[in-house]
């Protein structure tokens, strides 16, 4: 029998987090000075976030219908991303600590919130102490097998150069933008492969027993803590399915329902059959979603900063969105294109918003679509407000918490109003989606089984003139199509009311056809009824 996803990461509306980038509590003590909050990121400055920021912010985030919180890496690192782990067995004490840790969790559960960890295993920081092990005893050390070190120059006592200067020429080609990506010219200009050929980053020799007892282990020692599952960082380095495997046994032992995506950028059908991982990160659906909705809206430049979106955005018309959907909705089997998360941007990628060209218009299409696809949407921090960002680290802005006179208040009224549609409508969640039409800019689609009461009809308009598109929809014959009103559709419909009317659309025909009026840069929902409702 397959081993499917826990049932309610479908039901899931999942928020992702930047520790050091949300919100900063003065429970906190700080060690010395930080970056300005509201200054523009760098690469390596701290701002001061923290868990308890996190934990004194959930009423935002459950008005938001946030039921999910998904942390980039809280383990101890001397990094603001902490993707260089150094003690994956504490809580940075920047953050909080493991008892912030403990607030967070238990805080999140009484709201019946779940909260995911970022797990990064293919590589640790150079902090991390069986690496620095090595750096102080050399050959002697008995971790020198955690590592992928040059055998050679270890035994001959020359140098491991894990701190070079930046005259060191290829060894900064990654942090110039340009990608160098040769593990045998790293390993002999640093004296041990690193990810990227970035020295802060040791990749680990995830073929020794003992590595892998001890990633197997922080693994249970956090699920034990109480977290509700992992995103796993660039899983693909990690070139054995059996140590995925094992990785899912030993965390599913402990909790069944623990939550194990991904970070995967392409479609993988192969990894999701029950035995490695519940879900990837859906950056196929990004990538169909800003290709269609931005339309000359968009910002090319900002889009090709990333080499991977750079090579999936296209400019769809409605037809072509309409077969990118019907194509993801088939590559994975139904319970694993319902735990997929759906997300518009990352940390890792330019925000949804600034990619559109800072049109809101696209980015309430992306989300009326994120929020009615099979699958768990996530919504990047500060996305709710407006928060624009370019390329790392511009992405990685600190939330402006004191300047909410800058909020996008109706954009926030949106997306809180279609999670709330979300979650009031088992249709919205459900596994069934077809698409109805499309034509020039305009396509629609059907979410709900078979029984056609009570599920939905999304219809979108990426072009710049109103449109009518005509849908063919047997099972909804003799139907009404009852318009939901969401914030912005007019003044008066509001964060709390989101259907505000009882105004009916159109009347599907006794053979299925309806035509549906679509407003300009803009969707429309509607609620399928019978005509005597």
């Not at 640790?124 to 097998?145: C, I, K």
């Not at 150069?161 to 390993?187: C, F, K, M, N, Q």
């Not at 759906?342 to 060209?357: C, I, V």
């Amino acid at each position: 029998m397959i081993d499917q996803p826990p049932p309610w990461v479908r039901d899931a509306v999942f928020y992702q987090v930047f520790p050091d980038r949300f919100a900063s509590s003065g429970r906190v003590p700080k060690p010395g000075p930080l970056e300005p909050w509201d200054a523009p990121p760098t690469t390596r400055g701290f701002k001061g976030g923290d868990l308890l920021g996190v934990v004194e912010h959930l009423d935002h985030l459950e008005r938001l219908g946030v039921t999910a919180i998904y942390l980039n890496p809280v383990f101890a690192s001397a990094s603001n991303h902490r993707y260089h782990t150094y003690d994956y067995l504490a809580v940075d004490p920047l953050l909080g600590g493991d008892a912030a840790l403990r607030e967070l969790i238990d805080a999140c559960h009484g709201r019946s919130m779940r909260v995911i960890l970022d797990g990064v295993f293919n590589h640790t920081g150079r902090g991390f102490w069986p690496f620095h092990h090595v750096l102080e005893a050399g050959w002697a050390s008995p971790y020198r097998d955690w590592f992928h070190f040059d055998e050679e120059a270890l035994r001959d006592g020359r140098a491991i150069r894990a701190y070079p200067s930046s005259a060191d020429g290829s060894l900064e080609l990654r942090d110039a933008g340009r990608e160098v990506h040769d593990d045998a010219s790293g390993t002999r200009a640093l004296g041990y492969a690193a990810w990227w050929n970035l020295p802060a980053l040791p990749k680990l020799n995830t073929d020794h027993p003992a590595v892998r007892e001890y990633l197997f282990g922080v693994a249970e020692h956090w699920t034990r803590f109480g977290i509700d599952g992992w995103r796993l960082d660039v899983p693909e380095e990690i070139r054995d399915a059996e140590f995925w495997r094992e990785f899912r046994r030993r965390v599913k032992a402990i909790n069944p329902d623990a939550y194990i995506v991904a970070e995967i950028w392409e479609e993988r059908p192969e990894v999701l059959q029950g035995d490695r991982y519940d879900a990837l990160m859906n950056y196929p659906l990004l990538a169909a979603i800003l290709s269609f909705v931005a339309g000359d809206h968009r910002d090319d430049g900002l889009i090709g900063t990333n080499h991977t979106i750079r090579a999936a955005v296209t400019r769809d018309d409605g037809p072509a969105f309409a077969r990118r959907l019907e194509h993801l909705l088939s590559v994975y089997d139904p319970p694993f294109v319902a735990a997929q998360l759906n997300l518009l941007d990352s940390h890792d990628t330019p925000r949804f918003l600034s990619m559109a060209g800072g049109d809101a218009a696209s980015f309430r299409m992306a989300t009326l679509v994120q929020m009615t696809m099979p699958g768990a949407p996530c919504i990047y921090y500060g996305d709710e407000v407006g928060l624009p960002g370019g390329a790392d680290p511009d992405s990685r802005r600190a939330f402006p918490w004191d300047s909410q006179d800058a909020w996008d208040r109706d954009l926030l009224a949106f997306v809180s109003a279609t999670t709330a549609l979300r979650d009031a409508h088992p249709a919205l969640r459900s596994d069934q989606l077809r698409v109805l039409g499309a034509s020039g800019p305009l396509a629609a689609y059907l979410r709900g089984g078979a029984d056609a009461d009570g599920s939905f009809v999304v219809a979108l308009n990426a072009g710049e003139e109103p449109g009518s598109l005509a849908i063919e929809a047997p099972t909804l014959a003799g139907r009404a199509l009852q318009v939901v009103v969401l914030p912005g559709d007019r003044p008066s419909a509001t964060f709390s009311d989101p259907v505000v009317d009882k105004v009916l659309g159109p009347v599907v025909d006794s053979s299925g056809r309806a035509a549906i009026a679509i407003p300009a840069r803009g969707g429309r929902l509607f609620r399928v009824i019978p005509p005597t409702a």
